[in-house]
């Protein structure tokens, strides 16, 4: 069992930048499979960002490409989202979410079968 704790979320203007943390604690944390995923008001969770146990293999959705990156510390038990060029439709609470061992499609499908933390609120003013 993994535990996860968001931190970083706050209000930007559109353009600007913001960099999301995620805090993993529980035995095992680094064979975790990592991602983000976020909810806007009135829609549905989608899946943003994702990082592979091993190998390195990152997956992005088409609407964040280029403008977020995603990465982990496995010394630090975190996972980093930087969000760079961001948009008033980015607005959302933004959830990180772990699996063990599982690949990233799986991941960001499999919902149910993820470990979630709490959500940090991201905000961007136009």
């Known amino acids: 069992q993994v535990q996860l704790v968001e931190s970083g979320g706050g209000l930007v203007q559109a353009g600007g930048s913001l960099r999301l943390s995620c805090a993993a604690s529980?035995?095992?944390?680094?064979?975790?499979?990592m991602g983000w995923f976020r909810r806007a008001p009135g829609k549905e969770r989608e899946f943003v960002a994702g990082?592979?146990?091993?190998?390195?293999?990152?997956a992005y959705a088409d609407s964040v490409k280029g403008r977020f990156t995603i990465d982990r510390d496995n010394a630090k038990s975190t996972l980093y989202l930087q969000m760079n060029s961001l948009k008033p439709e980015d607005t959302a609470v933004y959830y990180c979410?772990?699996?063990?061992?599982?690949?990233?499609?799986?991941?960001?499908?499999?919902?149910?079968?993820?470990?979630w933390g709490q959500g940090t609120q991201v905000t961007v003013s136009s």
């Open positions: 990082f592979r146990w091993s190998g390195g293999n990152t």
């Open positions: 979410a772990a699996q063990f061992r599982q690949e990233l499609r799986i991941l960001a499908s499999a919902t149910d079968k993820n470990y």
């Open positions: 529980g035995r095992s944390s680094s064979s975790y499979s």
